[in-house]
């Protein structure tokens, strides 16, 4: 764990500027949600939850009040793109003014990559999995 918040404070460092226009983090059940947690407690702004369930149908928690508004969706690793697809195309149907992206890894052979990620051709497997 101490690791993921040591890569996860270089990131808000790093992005300083580009962060301080986020107005909300948007955590992506259930591996996204304790990075997003670290990153919106560090950015002090707003966690919104996205699921999908069993039947990759995905829901997003007050999704109203996204529109308009500066989005980062975090997740701890992309691994075909599909989830992480469909909770940014969710997202973008409530009308934010920008989404960016971040994950601790992003799978090379992923169909999507996130604006800000680490790429690897291996699986990761992380505390809370």
């Known amino acids: ?4 918040q040591s890569v996860i404070a270089a990131f808000i460092h790093a ?3 580009e962060l301080a226009k986020v107005d909300f983090v948007v955590g992506i059940s259930r591996g996204g949600l304790v990075p997003s947690a670290l ?3 560090k950015l002090d ?3 919104v939850a996205a699921y999908i ?3 990759d149908r995905v829901y997003l ?3 109203a009040w996204l529109k308009g508004k500066h989005i980062l969706i975090v997740d701890d690793i992309v691994r075909t793109g599909k989830t992480f697809k469909k909770i940014e195309a969710l997202v973008a149907r409530h009308n934010p ?3 960016q992206s971040f994950t601790l890894f992003c799978m090379v052979s992923s169909i999507v990559r996130p604006t800000w990620t680490t790429l690897t051709k291996t699986d990761r497997s992380f505390p809370w999995d």
């Open 97 to 99: 003014s920008s989404i």
């Open 61 to 63: 928690d007050r999704g």
């Open 39 to 41: 990153i919106a407690t």
């Open 45 to 47: 702004k707003p966690l």
């Open 53 to 55: 369930d069993r039947q």
């Open 15 to 17: 992005h300083s500027t």
């Open 1 to 4: 764990m101490h690791r993921v």
